[in-house]
């Protein structure tokens, strides 16, 4: 324990800026090399990221690639046995979310899902795209999970996560939702972390219905 504090005011995010302090992240994860990840969520401004290495205590740089963390507020950390993956969405007039894979400090997108016209040229429906939440690794199946508006999805890592049609919703959702965010417009996401059990079974805590339980079937609040 040095008993020190280590700050950053570096910004990933060019609309966030940081004199002495951060203010309180959204979640924090530290991956299997001890390295500690922290994520912040600012609403329709997006997020923030700071990654910091316990061994040698500095700050390590983040290529973020295509991924725009001007739009995307952090929801989440997980890591398989090689990639250290982010998840996060937004929901503001439109509903958005990304999973982004992090390979040697290098960003690059998993799956993205935004929302769009149905009929581009005269715009008469609107699709959402998944608000995403947070997500996790499931070792037994060698899959990721994620939860949005709609529900519990997975995708086999063996498949094109990147194509809507390879994740696979196993559970509408039936959980309450609260309006009123205090930097967007629509509702602040009620799931907050996801923990695999085993093949199909995991656990949630949400916002307002408690500590959740997926048994492979149903979902049950306590």
Same mark, same amino acid.
């Given at each position: 324990?040095?008993?020190?504090? *280590? @700050?950053? %005011?570096?910004? #990933?995010?060019?609309? $966030?800026?940081?004199?002495?302090?951060?203010?309180?992240? *959204?979640?924090?994860?530290?991956?299997?090399?001890?390295? $500690?990840?922290?994520?912040?969520?600012?609403?329709?401004?997006? %997020?923030?990221?700071?990654?910091?290495?316990?061994?040698?205590?500095?700050?390590?740089?983040?290529?973020?690639?295509?991924?725009?963390?001007?739009?995307?507020?952090?929801?989440?950390?997980?890591?398989?046995?090689?990639?250290?993956?982010?998840?996060?969405?937004?929901?503001?007039?439109?509903?958005?979310?990304?999973?982004?894979?992090?390979?040697?400090?290098?960003?690059?997108?998993?799956?993205?899902?935004?929302?769009?016209?149905?009929?581009?040229?005269?715009?008469?429906?609107?699709?959402?795209?998944? *608000?995403? %939440?947070?997500?996790? @690794?499931?070792?037994?199946?060698?899959?990721?999970?994620?939860?949005?508006?709609?529900? $519990?999805? @997975?995708?086999?890592?063996?498949?094109?996560?990147?194509?809507? /049609?390879?994740?696979?919703?196993?559970?509408?959702?039936? #959980?309450?939702?609260?309006?009123?965010?205090?930097?967007?417009?629509?509702?602040?996401?009620? /799931? @907050?972390?996801?923990?695999?059990?085993?093949?199909?079974?995991?656990?949630?805590?949400?916002?307002?219905?408690?500590?959740?339980?997926?048994?492979?079937?149903?979902?049950?609040?306590?």
């Amino acid at each position: 324990m040095t008993k020190k504090f *280590y @700050f950053n %005011g570096k910004s #990933l995010n060019h609309q $966030i800026h940081y004199k002495d302090k951060w203010g309180k992240p *959204y979640c924090n994860y530290i991956d299997k090399n001890d390295i $500690i990840w922290v994520g912040f969520g600012y609403g329709e401004w997006g %997020g923030n990221l700071f990654v910091f290495q316990t061994s040698t205590r500095k700050f390590l740089d983040l290529s973020l690639d295509s991924f725009e963390i001007t739009l995307f507020p952090i929801k989440s950390f997980f890591e398989d046995s090689s990639s250290l993956y982010i998840s996060a969405g937004l929901q503001h007039m439109m509903t958005s979310g990304i999973i982004v894979k992090i390979d040697n400090l290098k960003a690059s997108t998993l799956f993205s899902s935004e929302s769009h016209w149905l009929n581009p040229e005269k715009r008469d429906s609107m699709i959402d795209g998944e *608000y995403v %939440g947070p997500a996790t @690794f499931n070792p037994y199946s060698n899959s990721i999970y994620f939860y949005s508006q709609n529900g $519990i999805f @997975f995708g086999e890592k063996t498949k094109d996560l990147s194509r809507t /049609v390879n994740w696979e919703k196993v559970v509408s959702r039936n #959980l309450t939702w609260k309006y009123g965010q205090p930097d967007a417009v629509g509702s602040p996401m009620h /799931v @907050f972390k996801i923990c695999i059990v085993d093949k199909t079974k995991l656990v949630f805590l949400s916002q307002n219905n408690g500590v959740g339980f997926y048994d492979g079937q149903n979902i049950i609040v306590r």
